[in-house]
Structures are given as structure tokens and as C-alpha cells.
């Protein structure tokens, strides 16, 4: 479908899918599993879904920082910015360290690292195949306008995340 047609309905479904998701999901911390529910494959693979520090190193403003990232990533998604790849790079290069000193700090230290690890690595990969797979609708309009709002949507839920982390 090179042309730019798209299946009856298809746009429709594109363009609520942003709406949807912001209904089914429910009120979230990034980053707040603590104790037995902290640990294991299961916690490891819902981890990527819901929000290192294993060596027990403090980063100050981790929340800030990922809450940040969010609203960074939302706005360029939002706004179809194409910055300079050595900048985004580094960019997400700065943030990734946040979101992996949080990662680190949730497991407790005499739980399973390695099934933690198969879990989150699992869940993080089904995460990135659903991002390309929702960055094919970009070909259609439709896809395109759905694109924009979800990210808008994402730089407005890193906004709720830094006021939470803030306040």
C-alpha cells in the first residue's frame, strides 16, 4: 500500500490508540517496587512496562531525570523534530543512565539478577518491536497525526512524573 491508502477503519484505530491506552492504563510511579515484588523473571518483565544502581551508588534526581526524558521524547515525537544524530545519541545516552540506575535499584539484593535480567530484556525487546511496529503508521496521515498526539501524550505524562518527583 505504497499509494497512502489504508485499510476501511484503520486510521480510526490508529488515531484512538493514544486514547486507549491513556484509559486502560492506571495511575503509575515509575519506579516503585519494593520488597518480594520487587524481584524475579516477572518483575524483570513487567519492569520495562510500568517504569543500574546495583552496586548500590546513589544518583540524586533519577526521577527527575527519567520524568525529563519522558517529556523530551514526547515533545520530539510530538513536534517531528529531527535533531542532529550525535545530539540525540547523547541524549539519550544522558537519560539511559537514569532509567538503568533505576532498573538496578529495584532488585533486591538476594533475589535472581539473572532471571530479573531475562525478564526485563524480554519485555524491553517486545517494547521496542511494538514502537517500530506503531512507527510503520507514520506512512499514513492518519498514522502520522496518531504519531504526534501519542507523543504529545507521553511528554504530558513526563510532566505529571516531575511534578510528582518534585513534590
Known amino acids: 500500500m505504497t499509494n497512502g491508502a489504508t485499510k476501511p477503519g484503520s486510521s480510526r484505530i490508529a488515531a484512538l490508540l493514544p486514547m486507549l491506552l491513556l484509559i486502560w492504563s492506571t495511575r503509575a510511579h515509575a519506579h516503585i517496587l519494593s520488597g518480594d515484588a520487587a524481584g524475579g523473571f516477572v518483575s524483570g518483565f513487567e519492569h520495562p512496562i510500568s517504569g543500574l544502581g546495583l552496586m548500590g551508588v546513589p544518583l540524586p534526581g533519577t526521577e527527575i531525570g527519567i520524568a525529563l526524558s519522558a517529556i523530551g521524547l514526547g515533545a520530539v515525537v510530538a513536534t517531528e523534530a529531527r535533531p542532529p544524530l550525535i545530539f540525540a545519541a547523547l541524549l539519550v545516552g544522558f537519560f539511559a543512565i537514569f532509567h538503568g540506575h533505576a532498573h538496578g535499584t529495584e532488585l533486591p539484593p538476594d533475589e535472581n539478577g539473572v532471571l530479573y535480567s531475562i525478564g526485563f530484556v524480554v519485555a524491553t ?19 502520522e497525526v496518531a504519531l504526534r498526539l501519542g507523543g504529545a501524550g507521553v511528554a504530558a505524562t513526563g510532566c505529571f512524573f516531575l511534578w510528582d518527583a518534585l513534590t
Not at 128 to 137: D, F, K
Open 125 to 143: 525487546g517486545l517494547l521496542h518491536l511494538t514502537g517500530i511496529g506503531i512507527g510503520l503508521i507514520h506512512r499514513w496521515k492518519a498514522g
